[in-house]
Nanobody
Framework: QVQLVESGGGLVQAGGSLRLSCAAS????????MGWYRQAPGKQRELVAD????????NYADAVKGRFTISRDNAKNTVYLHMNNLKPEDTAVYYCYADVIYSSGGYYPRADFWGQGTQVTVSS
């Protein structure tokens, strides 16, 4: 079907920067939305940012506006998350997701796919 592979997490000091990458591959017909969620220990998974392929709509969580930027390389089915001025409260596992129409046995179903998650730790 479809696989999402993330990279770029790590440990950084407060005020630092990281860039996350996520590449989608497999039986992709089209991608409607790609984005990032995060889940901190003891908290629910929350939307960080997402981007529609057609129309160019971008959404950011209030907590990251002005610090994080989402970008896409549609030719490579890849989404990036540029994170600047990181804060300890940004510490979480970051998950890439994609809303995909894929080919399967002559059909074209639509589903959400998720990456395995990448840890981002911001020290104070």
């Amino acid at each position: 079907q479809v696989q999402l592979v993330e990279s770029g997490g790590g440990l950084v000091q407060a005020g630092g920067s990281l860039r996350l990458s996520c590449a989608a591959s497999g039986s992709i017909f089209s991608i409607n939305v790609m984005g990032w969620y995060r889940q901190a220990p003891g908290k629910q998974r929350e939307l960080v940012a997402d981007s529609t392929t057609h129309g160019g709509t971008i959404n950011y969580a209030d907590a990251v506006k002005g610090r994080f930027t989402i970008s896409r390389d549609n030719a490579k089915n890849t989404v990036y998350l540029h994170m600047n001025n990181l804060k300890p409260e940004d510490t979480a596992v970051y998950y890439c997701y994609a809303d995909v129409i894929y080919s399967s046995g002559g059909y074209y179903p639509r589903a959400d796919f998720w990456g395995q998650g990448t840890q981002v730790t911001v020290s104070s």
